[in-house]
């Protein structure tokens, strides 16, 4: 599988699988490119499982969006295309500005690591299977080999599964914030074994 075909299954795993973010609606162009930065940028990761030539499950993690920001305007023409869309419509173009602020300040003042679990995902017809387990496991293992001792995770207040999950894993909720204006989230942090 070409590089370009692995980033593509990644975004639309992640269009089909985390679907109640925003970052979905911004299509599969954008995931794509986004997912391809954090493979790049350094300080930030994309792990990913397959299994018959296909993408079944991903997990990305970074130490601060900026990078990933900055990679991405590497590709300014891929990035605007992506995001043509989206820039003509201004609840849409809000967003992205929320979602860029928090890049930055979302934990400011909550004594929080700036490494973070920025999403993850497993096809339907895996789950059940301990593949996003053995993901969120390399995941902490990569940030152990980095030196970190412990890394954030953001959740949506209306995410059910996903908060059960993380305790599941032994993440315990740390703070609350706000990515989106009037939609709270828990901030959830994992020690690194």
Do not use: C, W
Not at 20 to 25: D, K, N, P, R, S
Not at 115 to 144: C, K, M, N, P, W
Not at 151 to 159: C, E, M, N, P, T
């Amino acid at each position: 599988m070409t590089p370009a075909e692995r980033y593509r299954q990644v975004a639309a795993l992640h269009a089909a699988n985390i679907n109640q973010g925003f970052l979905a609606t911004l299509g599969v162009p954008f995931l794509a490119l986004m997912y391809r930065a954090m493979d790049e940028a350094e300080g930030s990761v994309l792990l990913t499982e397959e299994q018959g030539g296909r993408v079944v499950g991903f997990v990305s993690g970074g130490e601060g969006m900026g990078a990933i920001y900055r990679r991405m305007l590497r590709y300014p023409l891929r990035l605007g295309l992506s995001l043509l869309p989206s820039l003509v419509r201004p609840k849409r173009l809000k967003r992205i500005l929320e979602i860029l602020r928090y890049g930055g300040s979302a934990t400011a003042g909550q004594d929080l690591p700036s490494a973070e679990l920025l999403s993850i995902a497993v096809d339907a017809s895996v789950r059940g299977t301990g593949v996003a387990e053995r993901l969120y496991r390399r995941l902490q293992a990569h940030f152990s080999e980095r030196g970190v001792g412990a890394f954030r995770i953001v959740v949506g207040d209306s995410l059910a599964p996903a908060h059960r999950y993380y305790r599941k894993m032994g993440a315990k909720p740390a703070g609350r914030i706000e990515v989106h204006a009037g939609e709270g989230s828990v901030v959830y942090l994992q020690e690194v074994s």
